[in-house]
């Protein structure tokens, strides 16, 4: 990737390119973006720019130049350390990015945003001066913050930018603690009554403000009160035929009744919502291009949210009546009976003593301790999943005699096995075996780890060490598990990761870890490819590869299964071959199984690091000692 080429212009001439922002007319600029974003603003800030070139001003032509770039680049609230990328990417070259701005550049923008009193240009240059400050500075910090806090909470003005700066202010006032709680609190206090005043002309704005508030769990104490005003929504909604909008807000309104403790509320709401759906199956029958096939999704779909209410509230709503009716008319339809759809729940865990444990485990350290203690929170042995698998097939005999079918997300069979032969699971059994490995035990583990351990540890993380991409790269390039010509690709995988992006961390990582296992079998000399009848060498796929004794003996028992258990396997997640073939949906890239995908391959990539590190060390104190010894001799 190509940065940006930067001059020396503003270090060269700093006291004129200042003097000239004072009279660049930013104000004027600003006075016709209060509805716009930040693409829009950057665009009217290049043609000023542009104008004041043209008249030979190049003091002002520069500083508007600078504020324009600022602008471009695009926010990622998620990305905690470093949220700014580039506006386009383009045949290996892209936009500005945050570090491609000179010192000099930054210096100037933390000497001016003060002065502005624009909300989103404020706070973009605050920020980018507190994300490339090499000392974080609390009052720029707040700045940001409060910048954000001051934009518009109104449908009129609400677009997605703003979304993205309110998400962020309240990020930064979570980071900072005590210092953001008040702001926290305002900011809460706002959004709440944004919702109590909105109106159905405003469309999903309130909706949308409403999920903000439960994804950052904020509002709990006003649940009752934004569930009434989102059910009001949504049956207005629903008065005007309005279907994909009333269901929304019905959803949204049963989750706020459920927060609140209102769960026949909930429940009214949940059946309201599926009702919702048969509405529009019967509308989209009745207009004059009737589908069947659309008909029947909106069944199925009302189907899905009735088998959501407990059944301890179904008898009140007469749901088992109605979910037999609606799969008649599913049949009817054409569709396949979902009689299979059924959730398992499980009582609550509590995982409290975990969370602590893992962020006292990687907070107040060093980087480089942090990421090490990160990378070994958890460790799986395979050894014992086994034991573990062998005794819960012989402790339940006639279930493990059952055989058993493996559906996918979408309702393909995916995989069968036979269930054991006797009472006893024996060397004939080990397709069971396996699958109990992989479905009861260690399935289970990674999503506990993942909740419990490694999702809080990696928010300690993110708030005392700010990564960035560059350090990623760097730490894959001195890993010697990572193959040479992959430290790029690796390191943006596990960059994407540490912002909390696992989709496009997991379709980076996938094959890379693939390629990992295919180079070193090959540095020792094992053959990795098939020749067929017609002279043509194609290399085999990670399933055949990891199932090589000689996988076990390079990478160790308890990484050739993790490998196998989450890329290659049809039991588990099967990563590798779900993204190879276009079968992972965004629900999965979230999942718990993407999170501890990334973090698998971090510890592989930190711990390999670590060890030659170490080595290194060991290596240089015993010369150091041979020399000592040489020069006593």
Request: with cysteine; net charge negative.
């Amino acid at each position: 990737m190509t940065n940006t080429s930067r001059d020396s212009f503003v270090e060269d001439n700093y006291d004129k390119v200042l003097d000239a922002f004072t009279r660049c007319g930013w104000q004027e600029i600003m006075d016709g973006m209060s509805d716009k974003g930040y693409a829009s603003i950057s665009q009217a800030f290049h043609e000023a720019a542009t104008r004041a070139y043209d008249e030979d001003d190049q003091s002002k032509g520069k500083v508007l130049r600078l504020i324009a770039e600022a602008c471009s680049m695009t926010l990622s609230p998620e990305k905690r350390n470093n949220p700014f990328g580039p506006l386009w990417v383009v045949e290996g070259t892209r936009s500005i990015v945050s570090d491609d701005f000179t010192d000099a550049e930054i210096r100037l923008f933390g000497e001016v945003f003060e002065s502005i009193d624009r909300p989103l240009l404020k706070g973009r240059l605050a920020e980018l001066v507190w994300v490339r400050a090499k000392e974080i500075g609390v009052k720029t910090f707040l700045s940001v913050v409060d910048s954000y806090m001051q934009l518009p909470l109104d449908a009129d003005s609400w677009h997605s930018d703003i979304e993205k700066c309110w998400q962020r202010a309240i990020d930064l006032s979570r980071m900072i603690g005590p210092n953001g709680s008040n702001r926290l609190e305002q900011m809460e206090t706002s959004m709440v009554q944004a919702i109590k005043s909105a109106k159905v002309e405003d469309r999903f704005f309130s909706l949308r403000l409403s999920q903000t508030l439960r994804f950052n769990r904020l509002g709990e104490s006003e649940a009752a009160a934004i569930a009434g005003k989102l059910e009001c929504l949504a049956s207005e909604f629903g008065a005007t035929s309005d279907f994909h909008a009333s269901e929304s807000f019905y959803s949204s309104a049963a989750s706020w009744y459920k927060l609140a403790g209102l769960d026949d509320k909930c429940t009214e709401m949940t059946v309201a919502q599926a009702e919702t759906y048969v509405e529009e199956a019967n509308t989209r029958l009745s207009s004059n291009s009737p589908s069947y096939q659309v008909a029947a999704s909106f069944i199925e779909n009302s189907i899905k949210v009735l088998r959501e209410i407990p059944r301890a509230h179904r008898d009140r709503h007469q749901i088992e009546d109605r979910l037999q009716d609606l799969r008649s008319r599913l049949s009817e339809y054409g569709r396949l009976a979902l009689d299979e759809m059924a959730t398992v729940a499980f009582p609550p865990i509590d995982l409290s003593e975990s969370i602590e444990r893992a962020r006292a485990a990687v907070s107040g350290k060093t980087v480089l301790e942090a990421l090490v203690a990160f990378a070994n929170l958890h460790r799986v042995s395979a050894k014992k999943l086994r034991e573990m698998a062998l005794e819960s097939l012989s402790n339940s005999p006639l279930l493990a005699m059952i055989p058993k079918v493996t559906s996918s997300h979408d309702g393909r069979v995916i995989a069968k096995t036979p269930g054991i032969k006797g009472t006893r699971p024996s060397e004939e059994d080990e397709l069971e075996i396996e699958a109990e490995m992989a479905r009861t035990h260690y399935g289970p583990l990674v999503a506990l780890n993942v909740q419990g351990v490694i999702l809080p540890a990696l928010n300690i993380l993110n708030v005392e060490h700010r990564l960035r991409e560059v350090d990623f790269i760097e730490l894959a390039r001195r890993s010697p598990i990572v193959p040479v010509g992959r430290e790029i690709l690796f390191g943006k995988a596990l960059a994407h990761g540490y912002n909390w992006d696992f989709a496009a961390s997991i379709h980076l990582l996938a094959p890379q870890i693939e390629h990992i296992v295919r180079v070193h079998l090959k540095a020792a000399g094992v053959n990795t490819t098939n020749l067929d009848q017609n002279g043509i060498e194609t290399e085999k796929g990670l399933s055949a590869l990891v199932d090589l004794n000689e996988t076990e003996a390079i990478f160790g028992e308890d990484t050739r299964y993790e490998i196998k258990a989450l890329f290659c396997d049809q039991l588990g997640p099967n990563l590798r071959n779900n993204i190879a073939h276009g079968l992972f949906d965004d629900k999965q890239a979230q999942s718990v199984e993407a999170v501890y995908a990334w973090w698998f391959a971090l510890k592989l990539v930190v711990n390999t690091f670590w060890n030659s590190l170490s080595s290194d060390a060991a290596n240089q104190q015993e010369e150091h000692k041979d020399e000592e010894d040489s020069t006593q001799i």
